[in-house]
């Protein structure tokens, strides 16, 4: 690893600066006595670096891994460490300002009260979600109960409780492997998940926003605090905003700018995201914002002091994401493919040298199949891919000419020996897809898959490596959260509750079924009816005529209907028989599917 800048300390420096106070014990449990955050579990990491660990991605692990208080400067504070995000507290006329609240309410409460003991019994005066994503609202009541002003980029509530409605239960199954949750912390498993070392598992909530900022340049002060905006949509979230902090001559830099080389395309699976916007508005904030701040800050990891320091890195950050959208399309365009791109692809020297464009949480691998995927999508124009059979029917065919499940261990051994873990892996792959029963092949896949994850430098695919060495060996390992939390259900519209209906209707099942009910929400003074037809589940508002079926109820009757609580209290007209032949056409998600097995 003689190629990294190990003479480069400047982040521990960073990371330690302005230190008042940590959590100790660093364990925060649920009212019933659940653990939710445990972070003297990493204590581990503090020693040097194991041959189970890339040493680049161990270091950011010590660095995610330091927990506490700390002022970031005067009158503005952040706790980070309790949590895969950071709190911000910026102190007001009255009480303080909460820049994102973390992920659950046990955390941020946690959060809050080692800032009170050591500055003061200060209440909430106001709440900033920087942007949709949930590590930077979920915990919000543990901060505050509402009745404050809470301020969030335009867009911010429809992308907020979509981003988990129509994927949802599939993005908790993948998010599983992603955070390497049921993984051991210990120098052989979960050592962080680069953008801090995990996700809390206590509650999440959600409090709308009671402005949205509507453009860049404007501005608003809340207890005194006065801010200045920069709109980031289509960044790293679909609603997001940078923010200035004249007075404090802080900037706020949200995710948009963060320790390491952050995911076009997280692991976990969303909607790609824009390498070029994000580029832009790192070149825009710079010149909005670099002549006004002495310190730069963000949603994770430490701050950056210093004008000329903060403009490197910004510009070191645009650049990177900047080449890696430019260079992807120069080779696109040359007829390479995404997995062709992503094996020759290298950021500029001077940009590898500097310890933040390194892929914790992204990887330039997966980065440049995602900008791939934004321009060109799935298919990569050769024919031979469009009607590929399926992976387990693909596998029975490979097997078979390779001779049957023991000679395909065999070859995998070979290519073992000569070190080519990634053709090892898929030889391994095809062997335990045909036959799930061959353990010989489960057992060296899993070797496999653990060697990989050892000796990358992305948190994520380590996480994934070693999730699937682990449900190789032990089975499948439940998800242990809640896909939908209550103040989530009560943020969706109706339509969006509609939505989220008709991605359950089991097509084959409703082929045949023709219904329709008129819903008259009461408390919204709202008419919507669905049609069930060709097995799709249609929404129309204010319809006319009559449906088969009229119910008056209240959104949250609705709710509950929906997430299976009976009719008692609606109000119904027409043939009450056709809800329950609704019901019936509904199907369940999974959040315990395989992944690593057929
Ligand atoms: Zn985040």
Request: charged share 20%; glycine share 10%; hydrophobic share 40%.
């Amino acid at each position: 690893m003689a190629d990294l800048p190990w003479h480069d300390v400047g982040d521990f420096e960073d990371a330690d600066r302005g230190f008042i106070a940590e959590l100790s014990p660093a364990v925060i449990r649920s009212l019933d006595g659940g653990v939710v955050w445990d972070n003297d579990a990493y204590d581990f990491l503090q020693g040097d670096c194991p041959a189970t660990a890339h040493p680049s991605l161990w270091r950011q692990g010590q660095l995610c891994a330091r927990q506490g208080l700390y002022e970031v400067t005067d009158g503005v504070y952040q706790v980070r460490g309790l949590d895969l995000s950071n709190m911000t507290l910026v102190e007001g006329e009255r009480g303080v300002v909460v820049i994102d609240p973390l992920v659950s309410t046990e955390c941020a409460a946690a959060a809050l009260k080692l800032y009170r003991a050591h500055r003061g019994d200060r209440p909430v005066t106001g709440v900033v979600y920087t942007h949709s994503h949930a590590d930077h609202f979920g915990g919000v009541r543990g901060v505050t109960g509402g009745g404050v002003p809470i301020l969030a980029p335009k867009g911010f509530m429809e992308h907020a409780v979509t981003d988990n409605l129509y994927a949802g239960p599939a993005l908790t199954r993948r998010t599983l492997y992603m955070y390497g949750a049921a993984l051991p912390r210990s120098p052989e498993g979960q050592i962080g998940a680069g953008l801090g070392m995990t996700l809390s598992t206590g509650t999440m909530s959600l409090i709308p926003p009671t402005a949205e900022i509507e453009r860049t340049g404007q501005e608003e002060t809340v207890d005194g605090v006065e801010m200045v905006f920069q709109l980031t949509p289509g960044a790293e979230a679909p609603a997001e905003m940078n923010l200035l902090l004249p007075a404090h001559r802080a900037l706020c830099l949200a995710e948009n700018a963060t320790h390491n080389q952050h995911s076009m395309l997280p692991l976990c699976g969303t909607v790609v995201r824009d390498a070029r916007a994000w580029a832009r508005y790192l070149t825009e904030a710079i010149a909005l914002f670099a002549d006004r701040a002495d310190v730069a800050f963000a949603s994770h990891h430490w701050p950056t002091w210093g004008r000329d320091r903060i403009e490197r890195f910004l510009s070191q950050q645009r650049d990177m994401y900047a080449y890696l959208h430019d260079q992807t399309l120069r080779l696109l365009n040359k007829g390479l493919t995404g997995a062709e791109i992503a094996e020759v692809l290298r950021l500029p020297p001077a940009l590898q040298q500097a310890w933040h464009t390194h892929g914790y949480s992204g990887s330039l691998a997966h980065n440049v199949m995602a900008v791939y995927q934004r321009y060109l999508g799935w298919f990569d124009g050769n024919p031979a891919h469009l009607w590929e059979h399926p992976p387990r029917e693909s596998a029975v065919r490979y097997v078979e000419c390779l001779g049957g499940g023991a000679a395909v261990v065999e070859l995998a051994r070979r290519y073992l020996r000569e070190n080519d873990l990634r053709f090892a892996a898929q030889l391994l792959n095809h062997a335990v897809f045909a036959d799930e029963g061959n353990k010989e092949a489960r057992d060296l896949l899993a070797e496999v898959y653990t060697r990989l994850g050892h000796g990358t430098e992305s948190a994520t695919w380590r996480n994934f490596y070693l999730t699937g060495a682990l449900e190789l060996s032990d089975g499948i390992v439940p998800a242990d959260v809640e896909v939908t939390p209550a103040d989530f259900l009560a943020a969706l519209s109706v339509e969006q509750i509609f939505d989220s209906i008709a991605i359950r209707v089991d097509g084959p099942r409703a082929w045949n079924e023709r219904l329709s009910i008129d819903w008259h929400l009461t408390d919204l003074g709202e008419r919507h009816r669905t049609t069930l037809t060709n097995g799709v589940l249609v929404q129309q508002p204010e319809p006319r005529g009559t449906a088969d079926l009229t119910l008056r109820l209240t959104k949250a009757q609705l709710v509950g209907l929906l997430s299976g609580q009976g009719v008692e209290g609606v109000e119904r007209e027409g043939d009450t028989r056709v809800l329950r032949r609704l019901v019936a056409v509904l199907d369940r998600p999974l959040t315990d599917f395989a992944v690593v097995t057929a």
